[in-house]
């Protein structure tokens, strides 16, 4: 349906929250940790998408990885999809390999699940759903 957001893998999370806020006149409206996952995330909009910042909580965290590989940079783009468990079987009955065969729970409340970078031309891609009883 749209962009729902881009992520950013960052070493900093305050010294990039600053950058975007000073330099862009952004405004984090939100830092959440996400154990399950390894990361603290922080929220700008920006439009009718997001940037999320992606800072590692673990040096074995898939962020952290990403950054010791590649530095840091575009972690993830997240398309905002109606009927993601659809998507999924869609996508995957296309040869397309998945890191989630199911959603689950994500920042900011939202369904989500991966697609694998080897599959989508070296991009990593995330789908995300807000169910109608999710506020944001
Ligand atoms: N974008 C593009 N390519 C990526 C990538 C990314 N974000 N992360 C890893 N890769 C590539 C690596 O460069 C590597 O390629 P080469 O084999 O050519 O070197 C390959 O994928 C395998 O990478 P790896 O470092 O060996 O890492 P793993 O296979 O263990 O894990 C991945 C890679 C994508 C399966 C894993 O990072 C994952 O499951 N990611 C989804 C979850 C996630 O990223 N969570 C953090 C964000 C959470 C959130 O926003 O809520």
Redo the contacts with the bound molecule.
Sequence with gaps: MKIEHI?I?VKDLNESIKFYEDIFGLKCYAIEK?EE???T?AFFQIGDTKI?L?ESTDTD???A??IE??GEGI??I?FAVKNIEEKLEEIGSKGIKL?DSKSRK??ENLE?A?L???STH???I?LCEKKNNQKK
């Design positions: 992520a893998a996400i996952q390894k990361v995330t999320e992606l965290g898939p962020v990885k990403f590989k590649k972690h993830h997240a890191i994500g920042a989500i991966f694998h970078p080897k070296g991009v990593l995330e």
